[in-house]
């Protein structure tokens, strides 16, 4: 089992920044790919970023060029660096991570609200 613990979320302005991180933890297992999702009211869930092992990444066209996903694969971490904030981005952030350790499955944070005010 791995558990997800998320935290950096909060209530900022338009334009600004904010920096979400995601701390894997367990017993046994190795890491593929890990991302964020995020959920808006009344919106399905929806890509933001991924990230392989190897550190190739994956983004949203909408969040192209202001966000940037990157992981620290010794504390088995993954951030999300959130610049030019947008109304639109308000909504819950999920951690995802791909682990195990003959097989991998996926797992999701409890998630962490992100409320951008214009």
């Known amino acids: 089992q791995v558990q997800l613990v998320e935290s950096g979320g909060g209530l900022v302005q338009t334009g600004g920044s904010l920096r979400l991180s995601c701390a894997a933890s367990g017993s046994a297992f190795r890491i593929k790919n890990m991302g964020w999702y995020r959920q808006a009211p009344g919106k399905q869930r929806e890509l933001v970023a991924t990230i392989t092992s190897a550190g190739s990444t994956n983004y949203a066209d909408s969040v192209k060029g202001r966000f940037t996903i990157s992981r620290d694969n010794a504390k088995n971490t993954v951030y999300l660096q959130m610049n030019s904030l947008e109304a639109e981005d308000t909504a819950v952030y999920y951690c995802?991570?791909?682990?195990?350790?003959?097989?991998?499955?996926?797992?999701w944070g409890q998630g962490t609200q992100v409320t951008v005010s214009s």
């Open positions: 995802n991570v791909n682990a195990g350790l003959v097989t991998t499955r996926d797992y």
